[in-house]
Nanobody
Framework: QVQLVESGGGLVQAGGSLTLSCAAS????????MGWFRQAPGKERSIVAAISRLGGNKYHADSVKGRFTISRDSAKNTVNLQMNSLKPEDTAVYYC????????????????????WGPGTQVTVSS
């Protein structure tokens, strides 16, 4: 089992940057593929980015490709989301998620594949 806590959200102007961090508890962080999702008011939760458990494979949604970068630090048990060139449409609650897997470079893109979720952090981008 793993517990997740996000940090780094806040209010930023369009064009600005934020880095979200997700801290995972436990000693088996490398057993989990990780993902970032977001949910805006009135919309469904959607994938933003995902990374395999060993970090060699990554996925970024088309809407954030070239602006956001997911990474993981196994020494610190964290997964980060660097967000640049932020747009008002990026405003949402951002969630970190973990999926236990034995496949080293599998990237999970669906929310129902993830068993563990953090409480979320709000990102607001003003125009």
């Amino acid at each position: 089992q793993v517990q997740l806590v996000e940090s780094g959200g806040g209010l930023v102007q369009a064009g600005g940057s934020l880095t979200l961090s997700c801290a995972a508890s436990g000693r088996t962080f490398s057993s989990y593929a990780m993902g970032w999702f977001r949910q805006a008011p009135g919309k469904e939760r959607s994938i933003v980015a995902a990374i395999s458990r060993l970090g060699g494979n990554k996925y970024h949604a088309d809407s954030v490709k070239g602006r956001f970068t997911i990474s993981r630090d196994s020494a610190k048990n964290t997964v980060n989301l660097q967000m640049n060139s932020l747009k008002p449409e990026d405003t949402a609650v951002y969630y970190c998620a973990a999926m236990g897997t034995t496949f080293s470079e599998y990237v999970a893109r669906r929310a129902d594949q993830y068993a563990y979720w953090g409480p979320g952090t709000q990102v607001t981008v003003s125009s």
